[in-house]
């Protein structure tokens, strides 16, 4: 689930599309979230996800 939360993001952000990139991003973001809650994957681990696909979606502008 966390893997292609994020190819969905990647996916959109190659396209050019960032009106969806935007989209995957929050969905992405809460799955990010949700995983780490539950301590599958690290706190730093989940954060650092964010912080590159972020980075991903401000650099299409």
């Known amino acids: 689930k966390l893997r292609t939360a994020i190819k969905h993001v990647i996916k959109a952000v190659?396209?050019?599309?960032?009106?969806?990139?935007?989209?995957?991003?929050?969905?992405?973001?809460?799955?990010?979230?949700?995983i780490a809650d539950k301590r599958i994957i690290h706190k730093n681990k989940a954060a650092r996800h964010k912080r590159r696909l972020s980075a991903d979606i401000k650099a299409m502008a």
């Open 14 to 34: 190659k396209a050019g599309n960032k009106n969806a990139a935007q989209a995957a991003f929050m969905v992405s973001f809460s799955t990010v979230d949700s």
